[in-house]
């Protein structure tokens, strides 16, 4: 499991342009991990999608959850990661960092 930041949950419901029913939800998060380079760095949020039944196990964002992550064989031979759970660490309170000092 990995501790992430949870920024944002959304379930999604949707016919696919070959008419198929897409069902599921997204999470974007924020891992630990800064990275600096030439052109660029910082925190760039992660998206992932999980079956629409995972959704329940986000109970407040932003968050501190743990994240389980697993693999599996993706498209061309290559490795693809997959969601495999949610579990509430703690509440984030955001606010604290968009206060203005006097």
Do not use: C
Not at 8 to 15: I, N, P, S, T, Y
Not at 16 to 22: L, N, S, T
Not at 66 to 89: E, W
């Amino acid at each position: 499991m990995q501790r992430v930041l949870v920024l944002a949950a959304r379930r999604f419901d949707f016919a696919d342009d070959a008419g198929k029913q897409v069902v599921g939800m997204n999470v974007t998060f924020l891992v630990q991990e800064t990275r600096w380079e030439p052109d660029g760095g910082g925190m760039e949020p992660i998206k992932m999608s999980g079956p629409v039944e995972m959704f329940d196990q986000v109970s407040a964002v932003p968050g501190l959850y743990d994240l389980d992550v697993s693999t599996r064989l993706g498209r061309g031979g290559k490795a693809a990661a997959v969601l495999g759970g949610l579990r509430f660490v703690g509440a984030v309170d955001v606010a604290e960092f968009f206060e203005v000092a006097a």
